[in-house]
């Protein structure tokens, strides 16, 4: 079956380390997405990408970036971390070319700056 | 203003009974619009599309206004297991979406 995996599940690091979360999606989609939640927000988009070597900043993207050099992965780098990156972290993929397009959630990154 | 406002809840209701919640989106040239549903901040997974005529999928109605830009859920017969929080999902440029911060919904036994 296809599906989207997220690596590491939990991480705790410190101030200023470089961090880098990974996503892996098996459905072959096109569009690959990644969100940030905290509480009382939202899931907020940080990057996005409609496909390989095509990459666009979201609504917080400061102090993070993507590459995407293949279908199947996006990993999302914090260049150095700070404590305001304390969040979950959610990838998602969808099919591109419709105008309903459902997408499809990873398991979620647990990242702690400390 | 965010783009997509929703009643955080709690709503507790029992076993057996309706619930209803609705939310509301600022951009008026969204044309999707979906309810996800999350579990104890587990990812989101899509429960329903809204459709304008408004739809159901089993115990789940969804219903769309376009000229108030709203959009409502309503869970008949309400099981234990609907318990969760629901999230109000509306498209805003391209493939992108917006979220809103959820309604929570407990059924109690």
């Known amino acids: 079956d296809a599906e989207i995996t997220q690596s590491p599940r939990h991480k705790i690091t410190e101030t200023g380390r470089q961090v880098t979360l990974a996503c892996h999606q098996t459905?072959?989609?096109?569009?690959m997405f990644w969100y940030r939640q905290d509480l009382g927000h939202g899931l907020r988009l940080i990057h996005y990408s409609y496909g390989v070597q095509d990459t666009n900043k979201g609504e917080v993207s400061d102090g993070y970036s993507v590459s995407r050099s293949n279908t199947e992965d996006l990993p999302l780098t914090l260049e150095s971390a700070a404590s305001s990156q304390t969040s979950v972290y959610f990838c998602a993929s969808s099919e591109s070319g419709t105008g309903r397009d459902t997408q499809y959630f990873g398991p979620g990154t647990r990242l702690t700056v400390l | 203003r965010k783009e997509v406002e929703q009643d955080p809840g709690p709503f507790n209701v029992p076993e057996g009974a309706t619930v209803a919640f609705n939310c509301t989106y600022s951009?008026?040239?969204?044309?999707?619009f979906f309810w996800y549903r999350q579990d104890c901040r587990k990812e989101p997974k899509l429960l329903m599309s809204?459709?304008?005529s408004g739809n159901e999928d089993g115990r789940f109605t969804a219903q769309l206004n376009r000229a108030s830009q709203y959009i409502s859920l309503l869970i008949r017969d309400s099981k234990l297991s609907d318990s969760a929080t629901y999230l109000c999902v509306v498209n805003w440029d391209d493939y992108k979406l917006s979220f809103g911060a959820g309604t929570t919904v407990t059924v109690r036994a």
């Open positions: 459905w072959n989609h096109n569009n």
């Open positions: 951009n008026s040239a969204s044309q999707s």
């Open positions: 809204v459709y304008s």
